[in-house]
C-alpha cells in the first residue's frame, strides 16, 4: 500500500530565505508526483507536475525534484515571501490506480 | 475561466438528515473527483468519474454515501442519513485527459453534522 509522508509538519522561516520541503513515498512505481498549496479555507492549487521520467520541474521560485529509486521529492522554495505562507501537500498518482495519495502537508510561515 | 464550482461553502444540519454537495466541473475536463479531508486522515479519494462514468468508488465509506453524474456539467455527492462522523470539508476535482494532468480544484464545501 502507497504511504506518502511529507516532513517537517510544521515550518516558520523570516522572509528572504531559501527553503526546502521534503515528501517521501514507500512504492517507487508510480506516474508522476504532484506538489499542491493550500491556503485557509481553500481548495489546492496545483504548484508542479512531475512525471515518472522526469528529474524536475521548475516554475519561477520552485523547483521539485524526484528520486523515484530512493521513493523521495523535495519542493525548494527560493527567496521565501509572506504570500508563500500556506500548507504545502505532495501527492503521487501510483501505477496500480489512477488515484492522487496525499501526503499529510507541511504548514509553513513565512514571517516578515 | 469559472474553475471548478462548489455549492454550499457551508452546511449545517442535525443527524439523520439528507445532504446533497454539488459540483460544476471545468469545461471540457473529462474527469472529476470527491476527496474528503479531515484533521485525521488527511485528504481522502471517494470517488471519480471519467466522461460521467464512475470509475472508482472504492474510497466511498459507506452505503450511506452515493455520487452522480447526471452530465459532463454536474455532479453530487449525497449522505443519507448523515452522521456526526462525516463532518468534514468535500472537495471536487476536476482534470482533462486523467493521470498526467494537474487536478483543479474547488473551494470545498465545509460539513457540519450536529
Known amino acids: 500500500k502507497q504511504e506518502v509522508t511529507q516532513i517537517p509538519a510544521a515550518l516558520s522561516v523570516p522572509e528572504g530565505e531559501n527553503l526546502v520541503l521534503n515528501c517521501s513515498f514507500t512504492?517507487?512505481?508510480?506516474?508522476?508526483l504532484q506538489w499542491f498549496r493550500q491556503d485557509p479555507g481553500k481548495g489546492l492549487t496545483s504548484l508542479l507536475l512531475?512525471?515518472?521520467?522526469?528529474r524536475e520541474q521548475t516554475s519561477g521560485r520552485l523547483n521539485a525534484s524526484l528520486d523515484k529509486s530512493s521513493g523521495r521529492s523535495t519542493l525548494y522554495i527560493a527567496a521565501s515571501q509572506p504570500g508563500d505562507s500556506a500548507t504545502y501537500l505532495c501527492a503521487v498518482t501510483p501505477r496500480a490506480t489512477n488515484k492522487l495519495i496525499f501526503g499529510t502537508g507541511t504548514l509553513l510561515a513565512v514571517q516578515p | 475561466d469559472a474553475g471548478v464550482i462548489q455549492s454550499p461553502r457551508h452546511e449545517v444540519t442535525e443527524m439523520g438528515q439528507e445532504v446533497t454537495l454539488r459540483c460544476k466541473p471545468i469545461?471540457?475536463?473529462?474527469?472529476l473527483f470527491w476527496y474528503r479531508q479531515t484533521m485525521m486522515r488527511g485528504l481522502e479519494l471517494l470517488i471519480y468519474?471519467?466522461?460521467?462514468?464512475?470509475?472508482?468508488d472504492s474510497g466511498m465509506p459507506e452505503d450511506r454515501f452515493s455520487a452522480k453524474m447526471p452530465n459532463a456539467s454536474f455532479s453530487t455527492l449525497k449522505i443519507q442519513p448523515s452522521e456526526p462522523r462525516d463532518s468534514a470539508v468535500y472537495f471536487c476535482?476536476?482534470?482533462?485527459?486523467?493521470?498526467?494532468?494537474?487536478?483543479?480544484f474547488g473551494d470545498g464545501t465545509r460539513l457540519s453534522i450536529l
Open positions: 512531475i512525471q515518472s521520467s522526469q
Open positions: 469545461s471540457g475536463h473529462d474527469y
Open positions: 476535482a476536476s482534470s482533462f485527459l486523467g493521470i498526467n494532468q494537474p487536478q483543479h
Open positions: 512504492d517507487s512505481a508510480i506516474y508522476n
Open positions: 468519474f471519467n466522461n460521467n462514468v464512475p470509475i472508482d
